[in-house]
Nanobody
Framework: QVQLVESGGGLVQAGGSLRLSCAASGRTISSSSMGWFRQAPGKEREFVASIGWSSSSTLYGDSVKGRFTISRDNAKNTVYLQMTSLKPEDTAVYYC????????????????WGQGTQVTVSS
Protein backbone atom coordinates (compact mmCIF):
# COMPACT_ATOMS: atom_id res chain seq x y z
CA GLN A 1 0.00 0.00 0.00
CA VAL A 2 1.32 3.42 -0.91
CA GLN A 3 1.43 6.28 1.59
CA LEU A 4 1.30 9.86 0.34
CA VAL A 5 2.43 12.94 2.25
CA GLU A 6 1.71 16.41 0.92
CA SER A 7 3.74 19.43 2.00
CA GLY A 8 4.52 22.98 0.96
CA GLY A 9 1.25 24.67 1.78
CA GLY A 10 0.99 27.91 3.69
CA LEU A 11 -0.27 31.46 3.74
CA VAL A 12 0.54 33.62 0.73
CA GLN A 13 -0.67 36.93 -0.65
CA ALA A 14 -2.67 37.11 -3.86
CA GLY A 15 -0.32 37.04 -6.84
CA GLY A 16 2.22 34.95 -4.97
CA SER A 17 3.52 31.45 -5.60
CA LEU A 18 3.82 28.16 -3.77
CA ARG A 19 5.23 24.76 -4.66
CA LEU A 20 3.49 21.72 -3.24
CA SER A 21 5.14 18.33 -2.95
CA CYS A 22 3.61 14.88 -2.68
CA ALA A 23 6.07 12.26 -1.46
CA ALA A 24 5.15 8.61 -1.83
CA SER A 25 6.43 5.70 0.22
CA GLY A 26 5.64 2.01 0.48
CA ARG A 27 5.88 1.39 -3.24
CA THR A 28 7.00 3.18 -6.35
CA ILE A 29 4.55 5.46 -8.13
CA SER A 30 6.69 5.67 -11.25
CA SER A 31 4.20 3.60 -13.29
CA SER A 32 1.12 5.40 -11.97
CA SER A 33 -0.64 8.50 -13.13
CA MET A 34 -1.04 10.98 -10.29
CA GLY A 35 -3.43 13.79 -9.58
CA TRP A 36 -3.85 16.88 -7.45
CA PHE A 37 -7.28 17.84 -6.12
CA ARG A 38 -8.41 20.54 -3.73
CA GLN A 39 -11.28 20.99 -1.34
CA ALA A 40 -12.52 24.26 0.07
CA PRO A 41 -14.81 24.36 3.13
CA GLY A 42 -18.31 23.29 2.23
CA LYS A 43 -17.36 22.32 -1.31
CA GLU A 44 -16.70 19.11 -3.19
CA ARG A 45 -13.18 17.90 -3.83
CA GLU A 46 -12.20 19.49 -7.15
CA PHE A 47 -9.80 18.30 -9.82
CA VAL A 48 -6.71 20.50 -10.19
CA ALA A 49 -4.21 18.60 -12.34
CA SER A 50 -3.00 15.17 -13.34
CA ILE A 51 0.17 13.77 -14.84
CA GLY A 52 0.92 10.52 -16.64
CA TRP A 53 3.62 8.12 -15.52
CA SER A 54 6.13 9.44 -18.07
CA SER A 55 5.23 13.14 -17.59
CA SER A 56 4.27 13.31 -21.26
CA SER A 57 0.59 13.78 -20.49
CA THR A 58 -0.79 16.51 -18.23
CA LEU A 59 -4.30 17.80 -17.66
CA TYR A 60 -5.47 20.87 -15.78
CA GLY A 61 -8.73 22.12 -14.38
CA ASP A 62 -10.06 25.20 -16.15
CA SER A 63 -9.65 27.40 -13.09
CA VAL A 64 -5.90 26.77 -12.81
CA LYS A 65 -4.89 26.39 -16.45
CA GLY A 66 -1.96 28.65 -17.28
CA ARG A 67 -1.15 29.30 -13.60
CA PHE A 68 -0.35 25.86 -12.15
CA THR A 69 2.14 23.29 -13.39
CA ILE A 70 2.24 19.64 -12.36
CA SER A 71 5.48 17.69 -12.58
CA ARG A 72 7.07 14.57 -11.15
CA ASP A 73 10.45 13.13 -10.26
CA ASN A 74 10.16 9.37 -10.41
CA ALA A 75 13.65 8.93 -8.96
CA LYS A 76 12.40 10.71 -5.82
CA ASN A 77 8.94 9.10 -5.94
CA THR A 78 7.50 12.61 -5.72
CA VAL A 79 4.95 14.71 -7.56
CA TYR A 80 4.91 18.50 -7.49
CA LEU A 81 2.42 21.29 -8.07
CA GLN A 82 3.89 24.69 -8.87
CA MET A 83 1.27 27.35 -8.26
CA THR A 84 1.71 30.91 -9.50
CA SER A 85 -0.50 34.00 -9.70
CA LEU A 86 -2.44 32.68 -6.74
CA LYS A 87 -5.93 34.01 -6.08
CA PRO A 88 -8.05 34.00 -2.92
CA GLU A 89 -10.34 31.46 -4.59
CA ASP A 90 -7.40 29.02 -4.69
CA THR A 91 -7.69 28.72 -0.89
CA ALA A 92 -8.31 25.06 -0.05
CA VAL A 93 -6.77 21.89 1.29
CA TYR A 94 -4.76 20.32 -1.52
CA TYR A 95 -4.56 16.55 -1.85
CA CYS A 96 -2.57 14.27 -4.10
CA UNK A 97 -3.87 10.92 -5.21
CA UNK A 98 -2.80 7.80 -7.08
CA UNK A 99 -4.87 7.21 -10.20
CA UNK A 100 -6.57 3.84 -10.53
CA UNK A 101 -9.10 3.75 -13.35
CA UNK A 102 -11.87 5.82 -14.81
CA UNK A 103 -11.95 9.50 -15.65
CA UNK A 104 -8.89 11.49 -14.64
CA UNK A 105 -11.07 14.40 -13.52
CA UNK A 106 -13.10 12.19 -11.18
CA UNK A 107 -11.95 11.91 -7.57
CA UNK A 108 -13.45 8.41 -7.41
CA UNK A 109 -10.88 7.26 -9.97
CA UNK A 110 -8.09 7.67 -7.41
CA UNK A 111 -7.26 4.87 -5.01
CA UNK A 112 -5.00 6.48 -2.42
CA TRP A 113 -4.88 9.95 -0.90
CA GLY A 114 -2.58 11.90 1.35
CA GLN A 115 -3.73 13.89 4.38
CA GLY A 116 -3.64 17.18 2.49
CA THR A 117 -1.84 20.50 2.87
CA GLN A 118 -3.59 23.81 3.53
CA VAL A 119 -3.14 26.66 1.08
CA THR A 120 -4.51 30.04 2.10
CA VAL A 121 -4.35 33.02 -0.25
CA SER A 122 -5.04 36.43 1.25
CA SER A 123 -6.38 39.35 -0.78
Amino acid sequence: QVQLVESGGGLVQAGGSLRLSCAASGRTISSSSMGWFRQAPGKEREFVASIGWSSSSTLYGDSVKGRFTISRDNAKNTVYLQMTSLKPEDTAVYYCGVYGSGGLYNKRSYTSWGQGTQVTVSS
